[in-house]
């Protein structure tokens, strides 16, 4: 069974810095599109972030774009998403998700997901 887990997240002010982390198997992670979507109360789940290891190719959300990073950790077997600057619109429930090969940015084209991790950002 493939299982996504994630870490990471939790309370910050305005401008400040968190990282998020999904965890899998390195045979889950090659070849592979591991997404980061985003949720609020009332609001469908978005893209943020993905990552195609076999393509090296990366997206971002507009809003997110020269603030967050979406890297994978060879070492570790994670996929993760460095995120600077943060403003309260970032705030919501981040889940990391796994396809095969190729990013995209619908819900529905990814069969796994992790558990989700807060991500408050408040002053």
């Known amino acids: 069974q493939l299982q996504l887990v994630q870490s990471g997240g939790g309370l910050v002010q305005p401008g400040e810095s968190l990282r998020v982390s999904c965890a899998a198997s390195r045979s889950t992670l090659d070849a592979s599109a591991i997404g980061w979507f985003r949720q609020v109360p009332g609001r469908g789940r978005e893209g943020v972030s993905c990552l195609s290891t076999r393509t090296g190719s990366t997206t971002y959300l507009d809003s997110v774009k020269g603030r967050f990073t979406i890297s994978r950790d060879n070492a570790k077997n994670t996929v993760n998403l460095e995120m600077n600057s943060l403003k309260p619109e970032d705030t919501g429930v981040y889940y990391c998700?796994?396809?095969?090969?190729?990013?995209?940015?619908?819900?529905?084209?990814?069969?796994?997901w992790g558990q989700g991790t807060q991500v408050t950002v408040s002053s």
């Open positions: 998700a796994v396809r095969s090969y190729y990013c995209s940015g619908r819900v529905d084209d990814y069969p796994y």
